[in-house]
């Protein structure tokens, strides 16, 4: 009896999960399809492409803009998420462990920031960077980015460092660390998970952003690879870069899969079992 | 190798509590002292002053004659034990005990020599390739001790090493942690909630009672002679029995008969601003079944009659629970050790006595039984500041002394 309701159970939620899979997955599929078809054959509503082709590819990477905006984006995004973890952490690891005046302030404000509509941000953002002479260069959206990203990381940081037991790093201190020492050769290496989750979310936020991207960028100088997809056009006017348009968005996704995959191995829970009581 | 001495030594939170007020306090090199009390008594928080773990409000602390009170943890030469044992759960037991070392740049070899050495010690030899996670809680203890050890400190702080322990392997780890102390021979300040654990391991024990310290003394004398309330309920297991006693025309009436007083309590207590009510103390190996008693030992004590509740043998003696009428004794120093017990609203009608009576005695449940106790033993408290009044010189000398 026990045993039918689970199966029965496990063959709903089976059911369920690949409902749930194939509405995420069927659209990137779809794009990964037009990608490798013809012009010809684009839109004729299969599935499957009839012919294969990889000249989609090709012409992407054939014209510079692409392969410029690809570097772009990693620059800035890795740079970005690089300043952000770092920054993120150290504020993270001053609100899990000091009671300082205006922690809670701190902690509002930063939540405040990661609310806050962008969109109303953009002009002010625009007139500010061509002013400073910032606009259409890597630091001009390196910056926004580490604003828009830094409450992410301390609020996910902060909650990894509050796991961590506050005797540790006593310890520590009594085996006669710094308290520099400490925090990188106790708690850092514990955090390392949250410190991976977090460059991931970060890297990811930073990859995909369009709006900041669009408006504070005009050439290719700094211009990212959304912003680039949305300038394709085709070889003429009257050629449709739909195929070419799918299959940067097809290479643009790649960067993030290895991104996580290279990082989810290093998120192994349970790093710190074993280091107190049990 | 290092005295430590605690001058004036107060701690008080930004928010005005104060958890440790003017101790006072002169450990000698080589010396095992114990810290104990109830929980919020103030000796973690003297022990993490101690450590540089917390800042010392006022006084001076000084180890091997060099005030410290500015100096970081690392400066002081000292290893810690902590309760949760805070293994890096990312080395191995190797590493962590290395990790002192290795800090203070020694070199490989030696890093290598020492660790060996405190692994045979404490015998970690085949574990040191492991990590904390796959070890027994005992292992992680002895990893934890390994650590303090490798480095030759000056001082060893332990902060309830033990309690996180079953039954039976804290009792193994006591006499492993009194060995190793004697043989090392380092100062040690060792903090614990365990009166059992202070008795047995201490060559002194400090008693603290809300940030201040109570008595100090060799755990004998703490039994022996305790100088007020609170040290004599807290210390000896089953406690000490308490029972009001109201003072009337030169004798005490109690629940157990009128105790006739010698001369020198007399005189304390027929003071103006004397107290009427007393509580008298008595533990529990004073008493004995009147049957097994010789004429000389009557004499020096008393007896009364009554109902057997409950009757543990524990082979060799009978540990015997009597219920006897009357007023409950009260003071504040009572109340906190029940709360601290956790018996706090836990009391039925009547007092409950404890007695500890010889595995000869024939003592049966529900009977009553003629019971003998000694008057010289007896302790007499003043229920308002708790001191003893039996207490001359530092000596406890029973009720009927001249």
């Not at chain 2, 030759?152 to 804290?170: G, H, I, T, V, Y």
Request: charged fraction near 20%.
């Amino acid at each position: 009896m026990a045993t039918e309701t689970t199966t029965r159970a496990k063959l709903r939620w089976g059911l369920l999960d690949v409902i749930v899979v194939v509405f995420a997955l069927i659209p990137v599929l779809w794009i990964a399809s037009l990608s490798f078809k013809t012009p010809a054959t684009l839109t004729d509503g299969k599935f499957w492409p009839r012919e294969w082709t990889l000249d989609n590819y090709r012409t992407i990477f054939d014209t510079d803009q692409f392969v410029r905006a690809l570097a772009n984006s990693i620059g800035i995004a890795l740079i970005a998420t690089l300043i952000a973890v770092v920054l993120g952490a150290m504020a993270a690891y001053a609100i899990s462990r000091l009671d300082f005046p205006g922690k809670k302030l701190l902690v509002g404000v930063s939540l405040l920031i990661a609310m806050f509509p962008q969109v109303s941000l953009v002009s002010p953002l625009f007139e500010i960077e061509r002013q400073l002479g910032l606009f259409d260069t890597w630091p001009g959206l390196i910056l926004p980015y580490i604003t828009f990203a830094l409450p992410l990381a301390i609020y996910t940081l902060s909650a990894f460092f509050k796991q961590i037991p506050w005797d540790l790093e006593k310890a520590a201190k009594m085996d006669g660390a710094t308290q520099g020492q400490a925090f990188r050769r106790v708690i850092a290496p514990l955090a390392a998970p949250g410190l991976f989750t977090t460059a991931i979310l970060v890297f990811i936020f930073c990859w995909n952003d369009f709006l900041f991207a669009i408006s504070l960028t005009s050439t290719e100088r700094s211009r990212t690879v959304p912003v680039a997809l949305s300038f394709f056009t085709g070889e003429s006017q009257f050629e449709d870069p739909i195929g070419a348009i799918c299959a940067a968005a097809v290479v643009i996704t790649i960067p993030i899969i290895l991104f996580v995959l290279f990082f989810q191995r290093r998120i192994v829970s349970g790093l710190t079992s074993g280091a107190v009581k049990g | 190798m290092a005295d430590i001495v605690l001058d004036k030594v107060s701690k008080k939170f930004p928010d005005g509590t104060v958890a440790v007020q003017d101790v006072d306090l002169e450990i000698a090199d080589g010396e095992f002292v114990i810290l104990v009390g109830p929980s919020g008594c103030g000796k973690s928080t003297t022990l993490n002053m101690i450590a540089g773990l917390e800042d010392i409000s006022s006084g001076e602390l000084r180890i091997a004659g060099q005030r410290v009170n500015d100096k970081a943890p690392r400066d002081r030469d000292i290893a810690m034990v902590f309760q949760s044992y805070a293994l890096y759960p990312n080395m191995t037991v190797r590493e962590n005990m290395a990790f002192p070392l290795r800090l203070a740049k020694l070199d490989r070899a030696t890093i290598d020599a020492k660790v060996d050495e405190a692994a045979k010690v404490l015998e970690l030899t085949p574990l040191l390739d492991r990590k904390p996670a796959n070890l027994s809680g005992g292992q992680r203890q002895r990893v934890a001790m390994g650590r303090a050890i490798v480095r030759q400190p000056k001082a060893f702080l332990m902060d309830e090493p033990l309690s996180n322990l079953d039954a039976k392997l804290r009792v193994q780890m006591r006499t492993v942690v009194s060995r190793l102390q004697k043989q090392l021979g380092t100062t040690t300040v060792y903090v614990t909630h365990d009166q059992t654990e202070a008795m047995t391991l201490g060559d002194r024990v400090v008693i603290m009672r809300g940030g201040a310290v109570q008595q100090v003394g060799p755990p004998q004398e703490l039994y022996d002679h305790p100088r007020n309330l609170f040290v004599a309920g807290f210390i000896g297991s089953p406690s000490m029995n308490f029972l009001h006693a109201a003072v009337s025309e030169g004798r005490l009436r109690t629940a157990l008969g009128d105790v006739a007083i010698g001369d020198r309590l007399r005189r304390q207590i027929e003071g103006a601003d004397a107290p009427r009510e007393l509580i008298l103390g008595i533990r529990p190996e004073h008493f004995e079944d009147a049957e097994l008693i010789d004429e000389e030992t009557r004499r020096r004590g008393m007896e009364f009659d009554a109902p057997v509740d409950i009757v543990e043998s524990m082979g060799s003696d009978k540990y015997v629970y009597f219920t006897v009428e009357g007023e409950r004794a009260t003071a504040a120093e009572l109340e906190e050790l029940a709360a601290d017990a956790g018996a706090a609203d836990f009391a039925g009608a009547g007092s409950s006595l404890v007695t500890r009576l010889s595995a000869e005695s024939a003592v049966r449940e529900g009977e009553n039984r003629r019971v003998w106790f000694n008057l010289d033993k007896i302790h007499l408290f003043d229920p308002s500041t708790g001191r003893n009044l039996t207490l001359h010189e530092g000596r406890a000398a029973g009720a009927l002394a001249d």
